[in-house]
C-alpha cells in the first residue's frame, strides 16, 4: 500500500506537469497584485489594460493573479519576467503605464528602470536594485509571507509546486501526534492573535483532555482596525492555512474544524472557499486523508461583524449560532468548547507557522527572535508612514527599524509622534521608545502589546486625546453589555473624554480616568474589557502633557479638536479668488472677488473644507 | 414575487439546526438587502429557535439591517489608519452631500451611508467600500465624486 508521502508525490507530480503544460520556458510571464489592496488600488483596470494591450499586439503572455507581496504602497504592482532575465517589479502602475511596459520592455528591451521598484532577484539589473537592498525588504524575513506576491492563490497547483502540503504528508507518514505537538512545543511557537499563548501547550492541553468529538476553530475575525495582516496571508496564500489546520486537527484528534471568517473579508472568504474545495478533490481535506485514514473536514462560518467575537469564548458561541458573547473561564475551550467538547482554538497568523515548522524543524524556526519570542511575526505597518504595507520581521526587531528602516519614516514633512500597536487593546508608544525590542514582554511592559499585529504611526499631527477617545468610541460600542465594568466603565471613559476634547474638560478628569482603567482592568469578564483601557493609559502615560493643554488651557495641542481651534484666512497669503467661499458648504465665508477673504467663526463648522481646497496655503489653524 | 413567496424560496436551505441560524439570516440578506420582520419568524419556525432569540441573534451583529437599504452602500471606514488620515472628514462631507446621518438612506433611495469599524485595506487608507468596490487613497472631494458616479451610471453591482 502506498504511504501518505508516496501519494502526495504522485500528486505533486501531476501538478508539476499541469503547470509544465501551461506555460513553457521562452514565454513571458506577468505578475499582477490583485490582493484587496491591489484591487483598491485600481489593479482590476491594470489588469484590463493590460489583456487589452497584449491581445492587440498578440503576444502571448502567461499573467499570473498574485496576492499581495507587502509593499502596498507602491500599488497596483506588475511584475514582468521574461525569459533568461529576472523578474523586475513595477510600482504604481496605472492602465497608461502597463501599455509603455508592453511596448518598451516586453515588445522591446528596454527595462524602465524610471518605472521600476526592484528586482525580485538576489541581483540587480542595471540601474534597478535587488529587492534584498531596498530598505523596505533589507531587515525583513520572509518566512510565513514566503508564497505571498510569488504564488497563484487560485491555484493549489501552484502551491504543490512550491513544497505545498509536504509537510502534512511529513505528519501523516511519519510523526504520532505526540511528536508533531512536541516539535511546535520545541519551536517555541506562541499564539499570533495577541495574547501569546504557547500554541504547543495548548495542543497538548486539546489533545490529552476527555471528550469526544474534538473540535478545532481557527479564529479568522480580524477585527483590530488597523491590522490586515491575516486578510493579505489567507488572500495570498490561503493552502498554507488548510495544510496548518489539518496537521492541528491530527495532533489534537479532531475530525471536524470550522474556520470563522470576517464578513469584511470578502475576497479572502472567496478564495479561502475555493482551496477548501481544491484540496477536498486532491485528497488533502475529506476521508481518509492521503490514504492515512485520518480524516479531517473544513468548514467556513463567515461572521456577522462582532468586534467581540475575537474572543475564544464570544466566537465559539457564535460558531453555535448565538450572539457572541462571552463567557467566564475556566473551563477554558481546551477542556470544554465548542458544544462543551474540548476544541483548540488558534489564530490564522498562528497556523500559518505550522507547516514551516514540520518542514523544516523547530530549530530553524527558532532560530530567529528573542528568548522567549520565537520565529518572525508579520505586522501591518500603516498610518501616517512612508512605505505602509505588510512586513515580516524577526522578533526583537527594533520598533525604530520598522518604522524608519522599513517604514522610511514618516510620510510627508512632519515628525514622529507614535506607534499604535495591538489595536483597541494595545498603546501608543512615544518616540522615547522607538530603540524597544518588538516582542510580547518588552511590549507589555511598556504598557502596550505585541498584539495581532497592527502598527499604526501617528504623526505630530495626530491628537492623542483623540485618538484615546476613537479607541474608547470603538471599545464602547463593540462592548457586548453582558459585565458591568466594562459596559458601563468603557461609556464613563469615553464620555469623560469626550469632554476634555470638546474643551469641558475638568482638573480631576486624569484621575477619574485612571481609576476607571483600574476597575475596568481588573474586574472586566473578557480580554475586550480588561484591555480596553490601555489606550488611555498609554496616552496619559506618555503624553499626560497633552491632556494638561486640553483640560487647564482648554487648547488642542495638535490642532485636531474642532471645539478648541479656529480657522482664518492670512489676508498676505488670500488672493481672493473666491474658491474657499464657493465651496464652504455653510457659507461661513465672505469677501469680493481679488480682496482677502474672512471667515466668520460663529457659523464656521471647522470642516477643512477651505483648506483643503485653497492653492495659496492662505488658510491657518490655529 | 410576494415577500412570503421570495422567503420561502430563499430559506429552502435543507439546514435547519440552530448553528445554521446566522447562515440564514445572512442569506436572507444577502438577497433582499436587509432582513424584513417576516423573516424572523419563518427562520424561528424552521431552526426551532424561539422569535425572540432570532431577534436578539439579529440586532446583536452590526452586519445585519432591519430597514431595507438604498439602490447603492456606501460604507465608509472608520478605522485607526482612517481615522488619523482624516476618515472622519470624508464621512462629514458625505453626510453633506447626501444630507443623511450613517446609518440612513437618501430620500431619493439611491443611497445609503454607513460606517464601517475596518475594511483591512488599511494601507491606502482613507478608504470606503460602494457596494463591492474599494476606494482608498480618498480626500473629502474624491469621495464626492466617486459617489456620484454611480448615480450617473445607474451601476449598482
Redesign the interface.
Known sequence: MATATERYQAIKEQAEQRVASTTSADQIKILIGLGTCGIAAGGQATLQALEDKLAAEKIEAEIIKVGCIGMCFNEPLVDIVKPGQPRICYGNVTPDKVRELVDDYVLGDDPRPDLAVATIDDQPLGDIPSWNDLPFYKSQNRRVLVNCGFIDPESIDDYLVNRGYHALAKTLNQMTPEQVIQEVRDAGLRGRGGAGFPTGLKWHFTRTAHGSPKYIVCNFDEGDPGAFMNRSEVEGDPHRLIEGLTIAAYAIGAERGYIYGRAEYPLAIRRLRKAIKQAEEMGFLGDNILGSGFDFHLTIKEGAGAFVCGEETALMHSVEGRRGMPRPRPPFPAQSGLWGKPTLLNNVGTMFNISNIIENGAQWFAEVGTEKSKGTKVFSLVGQVANSGLVEVPFGTPLREIIFGIGGGIAGDKAFKAVQTGGPSGGCLPASMLDLSVDYETLAQAGSIVGSGGMVVMNENTCMVDIARFFLTFTQSESCGKCVPCRLGTKRMLETLERITLGEGESCDIDLLLELADTIKGASMCGLGQTSPNPVLTTIRYFRDEYEAHIQEKRCPALVCKSMITYRIDPEKCTGCTLCARNCPVTAISGKRKEAHVINPEICTRCDTCRQVCRFDAILVE | MTLEEKLAVILSDEHT???????L??KVQGELGYVPEEAIFEISEK?G?PASEVF??LT?????RLKPIGRNVISVC????????GSA?IL??LE?HLDVEPGETTADNEFTLAE??????????P?MVVN?D????L???KAIKIVERYRQNGDSN
Open positions: 439546526s440552530k448553528d445554521a441560524l446566522i447562515p439570516l445572512q431552526t429557535v436578539g441573534v446583536f451583529y452590526a452586519q445585519f472608520l478605522g485607526t489608519a482612517c481615522h488619523v488620515l472628514k462629514e462631507a453633506r464601517v469599524r475596518c475594511l483591512g485595506s488599511c494601507s491606502l487608507a478608504v463591492q474599494t476606494y482608498g487613497r480626500t473629502p472631494d
